[in-house]
T-cell receptor, first 113, second 115 residues
Framework: GDSVTQMEGPVTLSEEAFLTINCTYTATGYPSLFWYVQYPGEGLQLLLKATKADDKGSNKGFEATYRKETTSFHLEKGSVQVSDSAVYFCALTSNTNAGKSTFGDGTTLTVKP | DTEVTQTPKHLVMGMTNKKSLKCEQHMGHRAMYWYKQKAKKPPELMFVYSYEKLSINESVPSRFSPECPNSSLLNLHLHALQPEDSALYLC??????????????FGPGTRLTVL
């Protein structure tokens, strides 16, 4: 079945540091890949997505590239802010399992001033 | 309007109570979802509705009963819950199924406590 593996957290960074959160996946078919962010006390919201190999998703300074050869979708940001403190979930939806999204376990990011 | 709304925001209920959670979206989405999320865990899928018909039930206990009265509304009826059912219940919607490219739009959730 489909699975998503995220780097374990929590991750603590100083403001303006570089962020990488690793995400690798296994899937049948041709999955679409997503990063969702969950701020404290809120639901999840889409951060970015990529629907085919070599696509780059980007939003609010965050980027992730769909790498089929390494089955990865790592999240990066060049300079984090305190307001980026949240839980980040990598997820996939496969064309063979449509209707079900598979989520990683989540990575908690804390950014200190 | 790209918002999914959920009511109530918080709910405390006893094990013998009957209550309902409500979810609404006005984006014209035809797929709607219920998830359960425990603290520090990813969301767990419970139910999926596609075009107002139940398409996925992830072997959820019958004390949870979903209902989709129309394309904009999704309810989750609760009865005889257990303390371990305490969690954040998230509603989500997406454009339609089975296109995997469509992201899900999540509501803020209902924080449920079962005493």
């Amino acid at each position: 079945g489909d699975s998503v593996t995220q780097m374990e957290g929590p991750v603590t960074l100083s403001e303006e540091a570089f962020l990488t959160i690793n995400c690798t996946y296994t899937a049948t078919g041709y999955p679409s890949l997503f990063w969702y962010v969950q701020y404290p006390g809120e639901g999840l919201q889409l951060l970015l997505k990529a629907t085919k190999a070599d696509d780059k998703g980007s939003n609010k300074g965050f980027e992730a590239t769909y790498r089929k050869e390494t089955t990865s979708f790592h999240l990066e940001k060049g300079s984090v802010q305190v307001s980026d403190s949240a839980v980040y979930f990598c997820a996939l939806t496969s064309n063979t399992n449509a209707g079900k999204s598979t989520f990683g376990d989540g990575t908690t990011l804390t950014v200190k001033p | 309007d790209t918002e999914v709304t959920q009511t109530p925001k918080h709910l405390v209920m006893g094990m013998t109570n009957k209550k309902s959670l409500k979810c609404e979206q006005h984006m014209g989405h035809r797929a709607m979802y219920w998830y359960k999320q425990k603290a520090k865990k990813p969301p767990e899928l419970m139910f999926v509705y596609s075009y107002e018909k139940l398409s996925i039930n992830e072997s959820v206990p019958s004390r949870f009963s979903p209902e989709c009265p129309n394309s904009s509304l999704l309810n989750l009826h609760l009865h005889a819950l257990q303390p371990e059912d305490s969690a954040l219940y998230l509603c989500a919607s997406s454009q339609d199924l089975p296109n995997p490219n469509h992201e899900q739009f999540f509501g803020p959730g209902t924080r449920l406590t079962v005493l």
